[in-house]
């Protein structure tokens, strides 16, 4: 029986958290509107959860003229949903019906075609398998639509190596990868993609209608659009009956990094991480100028800084290999893919046409941030969850221009003003690395877990940016981990 004493300690220690959660939710809220900057009337959603409750949901704008934005919302998050695919694998591996260490072509035997019979899911999830380019296929955009035509072009692929392969660790296969993996998926279950996703992995979770590698009929209308598509025809089911080839998109609409308004870096300049980044910056500056020889030159001030800069901070671009950059996002036929057309929503690109609401993301990397257990059930267990966790490579990536930290399937948490990535020495272990790991998508929507913090994060939108000419995700991930630690 709880004395009156016990008692009125619980009540106190419920309102305090509740308190908290509040705070966080009204902060979040408030953060993510100040960042629609002069995108309005595009928005987005982001969920945090901690220890498997949800503490914070908000949402912004609109997802479609006629749809503003909720936390339960469907979106196109490009290779955010890697993280998910990963995680079905990992689930697999759990209930032994696939081995990391195992060749895929045990499971599959076409993919051992042109020396690719010793290749395992280890290299393929750490990125270091060389099947980063997609351009070593002969396809079209048409084909990249056809689920079996493309695995067996994937199974009959070459091994290609990054152009100056020895100064890299990793190679990101930025689309291939999710035929690898979606095909021995296929394999070992005997099961379509989309049904051994449902089975294992989103039903478990309670996300089965808000998850998807190719997005339901009934489903398409329900998905976040583009701003500048919110009245147009060409997006339509009707006109996709009609006119069944999605239209190449021409290459002027790509997102280009905007000048900066006077309102946006007003904006920047309110950020609880914007002292953060200024110093970050200030720091590279002095780093640069005794690299040059000018060893008693400092920083004076703190620098004013706008989107390239912050984003600098994250992705060095002067770092970036175009070539391999190319290799591993374009088609060789050059001609961009229309990945929000609702044909290419409705088939699967695993790697890159993931669909799912800020909700669903959040859920599964609270279950990842409980070491593999929701709701009292393991999904994954404690070995395999220690071998997905764990670093595999530490060193520069031949097609992304950072340090990825690739563990299997996953990334490392881009954060650099709370558990900042530290300094690789050679002396470095797998255990002295930050725990945080997720994905984020091309159009810097991203989904992370920290189990240490027994957190997990998740933020989807639809602003026509790129997660190298936006820092919105970088923002948010910052401001998540300053609240959450000042309350604990």
Not at 282 to 289: E, F, G, I, T
Not at 307 to 326: C, E, G, H, P, V
Not at 468 to 487: G, K, M, Y
């Amino acid at each position: 029986m709880i004395n009156n004493k016990e008692y009125n300690s619980q009540i106190t220690h419920q309102n305090h958290s509740q308190d908290n959660d509040n705070h966080l939710q009204s902060r979040l809220q408030q953060l993510l509107k100040d960042l629609q900057l002069d995108d309005a009337p595009a928005g987005g959603a982001l969920v945090v959860y901690q220890a498997g409750k949800c503490i914070a949901q908000a949402s912004v704008g609109l997802a479609r003229a006629d749809l503003a934005w909720g936390t339960d919302t469907l979106s196109l998050n490009f290779s955010t949903g890697k993280g998910i695919l990963a995680t079905l694998v990992h689930v697999l591996v759990s209930q032994k019906k696939l081995d990391y260490d195992l060749p895929i072509a045990h499971y599959w035997p076409a993919f051992a075609a042109h020396n690719k019979d010793n290749i395992t899911l280890r290299s393929v999830m750490s990125h270091q398998a060389d099947l980063f380019s997609i351009q070593s296929i002969d396809i079209d955009n048409q084909n990249v639509l056809d689920w079996n035509m493309m695995l067996e072009k994937i199974a009959a692929m070459p091994v290609t190596a990054p152009e100056q392969a020895d100064l890299y660790d990793s190679a990101y296969s930025a689309l291939v990868y999710g035929w690898v993996l979606g095909g021995v998926i296929e394999a070992v279950t005997d099961m379509t993609l989309a049904e051994a996703l449902r089975y294992y992995l989103t039903e478990p979770l309670g996300i089965a209608d808000s998850c998807y590698f190719g997005v339901p009929d009934n489903q398409i209308d329900k998905v976040a659009r583009l701003v500048k598509n919110f009245h147009s025809a060409e997006d339509t089911i009707e006109n996709v009956q009609e006119n069944a080839q999605p239209q190449p998109r021409s290459r002027r609409h790509k997102p280009v990094l905007k000048p900066d308004s006077v309102d946006t870096l007003q904006t920047y300049r309110h950020l609880p991480s914007y002292g953060c980044w200024q110093q970050q910056a200030a720091n590279q500056s002095v780093s640069q100028l005794k690299a040059a020889d000018n060893n008693n030159a400092a920083a004076e001030t703190l620098p004013a800084l706008d989107t390239a800069q912050i984003n600098r901070l994250y992705f060095d671009n002067s770092q970036l290999n175009l070539k391999n950059y190319k290799a591993a996002l374009l088609l060789a036929s050059k001609e961009p893919i229309d990945y929000y057309h609702p044909q290419t929503l409705q088939a699967s690109i695993p790697a890159a046409n993931g669909v799912a609401s800020a909700q669903a993301l959040a859920t599964i990397y609270a279950m990842l941030a409980s070491g593999g257990v929701w709701q009292g059930k393991t999904l994954i267990d404690e070995a395999t969850f220690k071998q997905l966790s764990t670093p595999q490579v530490t060193g520069m990536d031949a097609v992304m221009p950072a340090h990825m930290d690739w563990r299997l399937g996953y990334h490392r948490r881009f954060s650099i003003c709370q558990n900042n990535r530290i300094d690789i020495t050679a002396d470095t272990t797998p255990d002295d690395m930050p725990q945080a790991f997720g994905h984020m998508g091309y159009n810097g929507s991203v989904a992370w877990c920290d189990p240490e913090r027994q957190l997990s994060f998740a933020f989807i939108h639809n602003f026509d940016v790129t997660m190298l000419n936006d820092i919105r995700q970088f923002a948010l991930t910052e401001a998540v981990l300053s609240l959450i630690d000042a309350e604990r």
